[in-house]
Structure formats: structure tokens, C-alpha cells
């Protein structure tokens, strides 16, 4: 599904630079990932998808 039709960002480009670079705000998913730089419509569910990612990630840090 696309979260940023102004730059063409998927949630799975979200999801990866997620999993790859561990961001802990949006302001450094934004370094990483141009979303919610044009209208900002976007902000909203790339932080819920940003925050689903991150309980995932510390899931998987409780497990191993």
C-alpha cells in the first residue's frame, strides 16, 4: 500500500528501512526515507507503521 503517493513510498519501503537502520523517531525515518516531505498526509501512518515496526523489533530482541 502506498503511505506517500507525493513521493511513491510504500509501506514496505517503511517496514525495510525500519528493520535495516533502527530509527527511533520519524525525524531520522525522514534521513533515511523522504516521507511526509511535500503535503504531509502521510506523517500519520508512516509513525503507526513506524511504531508497529519498532514493537516488532523489540519482540524479536525479547525472543533471541
Given at each position: 500500500?502506498?503511505?506517500?503517493?507525493?513521493?511513491?513510498?510504500?509501506?514496505?519501503?517503511?517496514?525495510?528501512?525500519?528493520?535495516?537502520?533502527?530509527?527511533?523517531?520519524?525525524?531520522?525515518?525522514?534521513?533515511?526515507?523522504?516521507?511526509?516531505?511535500?503535503?504531509?498526509?502521510?506523517?500519520?501512518?508512516?509513525?503507526?507503521?513506524?511504531?508497529?515496526?519498532?514493537?516488532?523489533?523489540?519482540?524479536?530482541?525479547?525472543?533471541a
Amino acid at each position: 500500500m502506498y503511505v506517500c503517493l507525493c513521493n511513491s513510498i510504500s509501506d514496505k519501503v517503511i517496514r525495510k528501512a525500519v528493520h535495516q537502520y533502527q530509527p527511533r523517531t520519524m525525524k531520522q525515518l525522514r534521513q533515511i526515507v523522504p516521507v511526509g516531505t511535500e503535503c504531509g498526509k502521510c506523517i500519520k501512518q508512516a509513525r503507526i507503521i513506524l511504531e508497529e515496526e519498532q514493537t516488532k523489533i523489540a519482540n524479536i530482541d525479547k525472543v533471541a
